[in-house]
């Protein structure tokens, strides 16, 4: 199997019980190369927020991952389509303007920092929907990296990298077919390319359809990497 990024999507309070499962399933990884997508803008307990400076003490990188991971209801025609084929009612950069998604990376970084927790580089947005954030003001943004569903885009040095992506939550069978259908795909283009492969796992993966596929894609990783400027050199 090619080299290999693992993310844990969605940790926030409402997760919590079923992210330790997950992480339990992924002991075999060094948590160097296991990071996890942090949602600050729920109800954090203080008894959370020592959990989650546990992970980051335990090594699990911790990177940011939305505001709220809800949006307001869809006003767009491309917002409605993307709710409906792809990010349901996750994707809130759709519901704002290009201030409005730096406004909120920023207040997710600075979440981090008022709670003495630490953050990496990478922010992810939810669904992978960056929105429409200017080109020009994303290098002033906290974060260095932001992952989107093509690649990793590295906003300090203005690069980007094409990086196929696996993906399990299939929560219906229509879904299971296509994710199935998208990770053949990207396998395959991993294996002819030599390019890392990322491996995006979801809180409730492993009670989908495809729980089967996530256990033997975990099982067969070799060469996990981090999310760091390496992924350029591989």
Known sequence: MAPVLVSV???????RATVSSLLAVLDGL????????VVPGRDWSEDDLCWLRDLAGRGYP??????????????SVYHRAHSALLSRDVAEHLSLDGEGVAALIRDCHDWFERHR?????????????LGPLPRASRADLPFRYIETLTGIHDLREDRFRLLPLLGYEADTPGRARVLRLCNAVNRGLAAVTGTPLRLSIHPFDLEYH????????????????AYDASVWSR
């Open 117 to 129: 927790i630490p953050v990496g580089d990478l922010y992810v947005p939810p669904a992978w929907a």
């Open 9 to 15: 999507h969605d940790v926030m309070p409402e997760t």
């Open 210 to 225: 495809l729980r089967g596929d996530l256990l033997a894609d975990i099982a067969r990783v070799e060469r996990p990497l």
């Open 62 to 75: 911790l990177a940011g991952h939305g505001w709220r991971h809800r949006c307001d209801p869809p006003r």
């Open 30 to 37: 060094p948590a160097e190369a296991v990071t996890l997508l």
